[in-house]
């Protein structure tokens, strides 16, 4: 699987109004499935909760067309794993003083039971069956005038996979969100800031972001982004980076679904991912991370992923094993880690993961470079956590891909890890010049043959 969870976040902070920000926000998450959706306003009088079972056109309905001037709001599209599609388990989960605290989670708070259990025997009353809502009331009991701290330390208390974001009452103009192995991303822009599961809810407004990594708490205001480490409370920067998707990738431009349009962008992204990376016969992957030298002392080559990603690393072996005549092995990242697995420093670990945060291969990723291999993650998301665990990217140059079933994040896999094939073969001299020529040529006219 690419990702545990499929529903969306949004929240906002600016100078517009808040309401149409956070629906467009979720139409554009709207892809990846849910069954219910809400928003949370800050109101001048305070929080004003709106909830629906269903469409998004039912929670505009629900919405109607009450004049809102909130800047500050969440929003969310919850796919139920923990208690029924109902309006009281849709999301934001307010704490029991309703108008005070509410919540936003994607993802599993695996010890919900634990955690509820005691919040109920401290006076805590619940409201939905939802494993999201103890960690409305976790805030809420650490709060004593400082929402940052107290998204600190309830984030210390929770066990799981999840992302989520809190908006209190008295803090007007601020969100604390946290992630645990689940996608966050910040979206900065001139006097408003967006946080969201996915860089597509607000790519049409910015497209400078940047990426927490597990164990912060972020803060957002108007005027940028505070980060700290959940643990120590220490205060860090992450790095901004500018994403090279356009807006067109999160719209379907006349294409029936995002799926068919993902197929006629293969040319491009072939094309865009192959780009400067040849030149006048000479490859440059810098992205591997490794000398010629290096890359002649190579012995063997193992490739781990899962789902589609996978079968990209299947076909690629073809073609290393073809031109490079380098052994290489390929596993279902998951299996692999469970099996004990026998690595040494001449061996180059390839992970392929689309949006660079399927668990089972950030987890084999981390384990190979602890055994000492080098490690090569090949992903489309600029920033995402297996880029972290790895000691060098590849990038596929695909823009969003919005559909569930990857096609041209497939195509573009494949293309690197032809690169990646030749590159070694122009090292290591295992293709006479001509032939190398000849395919690198292919290559370069594959986009047109495609299209
Ligand atoms: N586990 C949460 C719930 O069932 C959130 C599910 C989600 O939308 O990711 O409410």
Known sequence: MEEKVVCGIIGYIGRQP??????????????????????ALLEDDGLRY??????????????????????????????ATHGGVTVANAHPLAAEEVESLAVVLNGIVENYRELRESLVERGHVFTS??????????????????????????????????????????????????????????????????????AAAFLRETRDVQFPEDGDVVSIDAAGVAVVRADTGELVERETMTLDWDDEGAEKGGFETFMLKEIYEQPLAVAETIGDRVRKGRLQLEGLGMDDDELRHLRRIVILAAG?????????????????????????????????????????????????????????MKLAREMGAHTVAITNMMGSQITREVDSVLYTRCGVEMAVAA?????????????????????????????????????????????
Not at 129 to 153: F, K, M, Q, S
Not at 158 to 185: K, N
Request: charged share 25%; glycine share 8%.
């Open 407 to 451: 096609s041209k994040t497939f195509t573009g896999q494949l293309s690197l890890l032809f690169l990646v094939a030749l590159k070694l073969a122009q090292v290591r001299e295992t293709l006479p010049i001509e032939e190398l020529t000849f395919i690198l040529d292919a290559l370069y006219k594959l986009p047109d043959k495609i299209q």
């Open 50 to 79: 709106v909830r629906a079972v269903g469409n998004l056109q039912n929670l505009k309905r629900e919405a109607g067309d009450a004049s809102s001037t909130a800047t500050t709001g969440l929003g969310h599209t919850r796919w």
């Open 129 to 198: 069956e939802t494993d999201a809502e103890t960690v409305t009331h976790l805030i809420e009991e650490h709060y004593d005038g400082d929402l940052l701290e107290a998204v600190r330390l309830a984030y210390g208390e929770l066990e799981g996979h999840f992302a989520f974001v809190a908006i209190h009452r008295d803090h007007p103009g601020q969100l604390v969100g946290a992630r645990l192995q689940c996608p966050m991303v910040i979206g900065l822009a001139e006097g408003e800031t967006f946080l969201a599961s996915n």
């Open 18 to 39: 808040v309401l149409p920000v956070l629906l467009d926000g979720l139409r554009r998450l709207e892809y990846r499935g849910y069954d219910s959706a809400g928003v």
């Open 308 to 364: 589609t990603a996978y079968h990209a690393g299947v076909a690629g072996r073809y073609a290393i094993e073809e031109w490079a005549r380098v052994p290489v092995e390929h596993d279902i990242a998951s299996e692999w880690i469970y099996r004990n697995p026998v690595l040494d420093h001449d061996t180059l670990v390839i992970g392929i993961s689309q949006s660079g945060e399927t668990r089972d291969t950030i987890e084999a």
